[in-house]
């Protein structure tokens, strides 16, 4: 599977954005998905991930509550709606996929697609 990111911009802070991570190639519903978010200087940090029938997902504890992570397997394509944006979710996210949703859930996805970069101002 091949992942494109994509959504990110510039918000003010209590905006929303939502990302969206496009797969092609093999049978995407196989594959639990995640999204990871990176600043300069620091480790990626995990925020959500999705199985691959969309009946389990996980947050981070930083992002309960504002984040939503979905998925639309005939449109092969994952999202994450962010509401209630702060300054301190200024990163790049990248989306990631594996077919072991502990691989997801430990930043260890096989696939990653390329980062898209999310900036709130305040």
């Known amino acids: 599977v091949q992942l494109q990111a994509s959504g990110g911009g510039l918000v003010q802070a209590g905006g929303s954005l939502r990302l969206s991570c496009a797969a092609s190639?093999?049978?995407?519903?196989?594959?639990?998905v995640g999204w990871f978010r990176q600043v300069p200087g620091k480790e990626r940090e995990f925020v959500a991930v999705i199985s691959g029938n969309g009946a389990g997902t996980i947050y981070a504890d930083s992002v309960k509550g504002r984040f939503t992570i979905s998925r639309d397997n005939a449109k092969n394509t994952v999202y994450l709606q962010m509401n209630s944006l702060k300054p301190e979710d200024t990163a790049s996210y990248y989306c990631?996929?594996?077919?072991?949703?502990?691989?997801?859930?430990?930043?260890?996805?096989?696939?990653w697609g390329q980062g898209t970069q999310v900036t709130v101002s305040s």
């Open positions: 990631g996929a594996d077919n072991n949703l502990g691989r997801v859930t430990s930043n260890r996805p096989r696939t």
């Open positions: 190639g093999r049978i995407f519903s196989s594959y639990a």
